[in-house]
C-alpha cells in the first residue's frame, strides 16, 4: 500500500497554511498568557489555575466531543471553532487596554481556548485522512509537514514573538493570536468539502461517546498506540516537573542555557518528524515504533546520568527525534485504520487518555524529586517508557500494522456504515 509518485492535493497545501499560522499564534499565546498572569499575581496556585484550565476541556469533555465531531461537518466545526477563539480573544485584548484584567478571566479564556481546540484538533484529524483518501503514504507524509511546522511556529517561532509582542501592550499578542485563527478560519473554510460519515441509528451522544472509547480498548493496535502517548505523558512530565531544578542544580546551566536546552529538545523534535517516513519504509511502521519508543527511554536515561550540559543537551535532542518521529508515524496510522464514521471519537478517546496522564506524571515527579533526589524521576521515567516498549512491541508488530491495513482496505470509498456502532474487535484483535 504505496503510494508511489502521487502528490499531496492543493487542499492539504491550504490546511497546511492554516494550521502553521494558528500554530505560530499559539506559540504567542503559549508564552504571553502566563507572562499576562505574572502582571496580575505572584500566586504561584493562582499562576497554576491558569495553566490548568485550558487542558481541563479535554479531560471533562474529550469523548463526547469526539462524538459531536462525528457528527458534524468536520470542515465547518474546524473555521467554527477556529472564528470563536478569534472573537474569544477579543474580550481579554479589551479587557487589557481599559486595565480590568483578572486571573478568573484569563482562566475562563484559557477554558474556552482549550475547548476550541479539543474541536478544531479532533476535527483536523478526522478530515485529513478523507481528504487524503485514507492513503498511509500520503498520511504520513501529510503529518510529518504538520507536525514540523507546528513543532517550528509554536516552539521555536512563537514563544520569542510572544515575549516581544507583550513590551508593546498586553493586548497586543493577544490580538495576534487572534488574527492568526481569524486567518485559519478564513482558510479552512475554502478547503474542498469530503464526505459526511451517514448518521448512525439515533443513540444519545453518551452512548456513541461510549462506543468510541470501546472500539480504541478492543482494538490491539489502536489501543498500543493510545497507550504510548498515556504511558509516554506520565514519564515525560515526571522529567519536566523537575527538569529546569536538575539542569540549575546538577549541571549548573543558568537561565539562558536552560532555553538552549530546550531548544535542542524542539530541534531533535524537527529532525525525528522529518525522517519519519522514512523509517516507516525501511523498519516498517510497527518496527519504527518500537524502536522509537526505545531511543526515548534510552535518551530519558542518558539524561538522568548526564555529567554536563552538551550530554544532557544531546539527549533531550535524541528524545525531541524519537517524540517527533512517534507524532507523525502514530497518528497516520491511526487515521489510516481507524473508519470514517469513528474517527473523531477514536482521536478524542486517545487524546484523552494522553491528556489524563500528564498530572499523574507531574507528581510523581515531584513526590520523587522531594523523596529519593533530582535524579530519581530521570531514572524512574527512563524505566517507565522502556516498559513500555516491551508491553506494546507486539500490539503495535508490523505484523499486526498490516493486518490492520489490509482489513481497512475495502472500507475506502465505502467507509461510512450507517446502520449500527462495531460491536466486535477489529481484524488486527483477532491477531
Known amino acids: 500500500m504505496t503510494s508511489g509518485a502521487r502528490k499531496l492535493p492543493t487542499g492539504f497545501g491550504r490546511l497546511w497554511t492554516a494550521q502553521t499560522i494558528s500554530s505560530l499564534g499559539d506559540g504567542v499565546s503559549h508564552a504571553a498568557l502566563p507572562l499576562i498572569a505574572l502582571t496580575l499575581t505572584r500566586d504561584p496556585m493562582a499562576l497554576a489555575v491558569v495553566t490548568t484550565a485550558g487542558t481541563l476541556p479535554w479531560l471533562l469533555f474529550g469523548v463526547l466531543g469526539g462524538a459531536l465531531v462525528d457528527r458534524w ?142 472500539y480504541v480498548f478492543r482494538d490491539r493496535v489502536l489501543l498500543g498506540l493510545a497507550l504510548r502517548p498515556a504511558v509516554g505523558n506520565v514519564a515525560f512530565l515526571a522529567v519536566e516537573t523537575v527538569l529546569a531544578l536538575f539542569a540549575h542544580d546538577r549541571l549548573g546551566i543558568d537561565t539562558y542555557g536552560f532555553g538552549l536546552l530546550l531548544t535542542a529538545e524542539a530541534t531533535g523534535g524537527l529532525l525525528g518528524a522529518g525522517i519519519a517516513s522514512y523509517l516507516g519504509r525501511r523498519l516498517g511502521t510497527g518496527t519504527a515504533l518500537t524502536c522509537t519508543a526505545a531511543v526515548e527511554g534510552l535518551a530519558i536515561l542518558g539524561l538522568a546520568a548526564a555529567p554536563n550540559p552538551y550530554v544532557a543537551g544531546l539527549a533531550l535532542a535524541v528524545c525531541g527525534a524519537g517524540m517527533g ?77 498490516e493486518a490492520a491495513l489490509l482489513a481497512a482496505t475495502p472500507a475506502d470509498g465505502a467507509d461510512h456504515p450507517a446502520s449500527k456502532e462495531p460491536t466486535q474487535a477489529s481484524a488486527s484483535d483477532a491477531l
Do not use: K
Open 73 to 214: 461537518d468536520r470542515r465547518r466545526t474546524m473555521w467554527v471553532a477556529d472564528a470563536a477563539r478569534a472573537a474569544l480573544l477579543a474580550i481579554p485584548a479589551a479587557a487589557a487596554a481599559l486595565d480590568a484584567l483578572s486571573i478568573a478571566l484569563l482562566a475562563a479564556v484559557a477554558f474556552l481556548l482549550g475547548l476550541g481546540g479539543l474541536f478544531f484538533d479532533t476535527a483536523a484529524t478526522a478530515y485529513l485522512p478523507d481528504l487524503l483518501r485514507r492513503d498511509p503514504a500520503l498520511l504520513e507524509r501529510a503529518n510529518s509537514r504538520l507536525r514540523g511546522a507546528q513543532t517550528a511556529m509554536s516552539g521555536f517561532a512563537g514563544p520569542p514573538a510572544g515575549s516581544a509582542l507583550l513590551a508593546l501592550g498586553r493586548a497586543v499578542p493577544l490580538l495576534a493570536d487572534a488574527a492568526s485563527f481569524l486567518f485559519s478560519a478564513l482558510l479552512v473554510r475554502t478547503l474542498p468539502a469530503t464526505p459526511r460519515p451517514v448518521p448512525q441509528v439515533r443513540e444519545s451522544l453518551l452512548r456513541q461517546a461510549r462506543a468510541g472509547a470501546s
Open 325 to 401: 518521529a512517534t507524532m507523525v508515524l502514530a497518528p497516520s496510522l491511526r487515521q489510516a485504520i481507524v473508519p470514517a464514521h469513528l474517527m473523531g471519537r477514536v482521536a478524542s478517546t486517545s487524546r484523552m487518555l494522553a491528556m489524563c496522564a500528564a498530572p499523574i506524571g507531574a507528581f510523581l515527579g515531584g513526590w520523587l524529586a522531594t523523596t529519593y533526589g533530582i535524579r530519581t524521576p530521570l531514572y524512574a521515567a527512563a524505566g517507565l517508557l522502556l516498559a513500555m516498549t516491551a508491553v506494546t512491541a507486539s500490539m503495535t508488530s508490523n505484523r499486526r500494522v
